[in-house]
Nanobody
Framework: QVQLVESGGGLVQAGGSLRLSCAAS????????MAWFRQAPGKKREFVAA???????TYADSVKGRFTISRDNAKNTVYLQMNSLKPEDTAVYYC????????????????????WGQGTQVTVSS
């Protein structure tokens, strides 16, 4: 059983930066791709970024060039560095882990991911 705990959310002004962290525990040897999704009020949850166990990454068009996903496999932690934040980035951000893929796999689909964190709120004021 994998547990994911996000941290680092908060309130920031437009143009500012935040760094989210997601620490995994329990069965971490089985984690392949990890991802960040977000859900704004009244909207469906959407893909933000994902990273392979081997390190390659993919991003939603809306965050390319502003957000960077990274991971430290030794610490079982994935990060999301968010720069040039906009009010439309306001959402609850969720970390997710895939345990059925491979070290080369990564996906933007929610259904790929087996475990989810509880979410951390990011609010960007204008």
């Amino acid at each position: 059983q994998v547990q994911l705990v996000e941290s680092g959310g908060g309130l920031v002004q437009a143009g500012g930066s935040l760094r989210l962290s997601c620490a995994a525990s329990g069965g971490t040897f089985s984690i392949y791709a990890m991802a960040w999704f977000r859900q704004a009020p009244g909207k469906k949850r959407e893909f933000v970024a994902a990273i392979k166990r081997s390190g390659g990454s993919t991003y939603a068009d809306s965050v390319k060039g502003r957000f960077t996903i990274s991971r430290d496999n030794a610490k079982n932690t994935v990060y999301l560095q968010m720069n040039s934040l906009k009010p439309e980035d306001t959402a609850v951000y969720y970390c997710a882990a895939d345990i059925k893929g491979s070290i080369w796999s990564v996906s933007e689909r929610e259904g790929t991911y087996d475990y989810w964190g509880q979410g951390t709120q990011v609010t960007v004021s204008s």
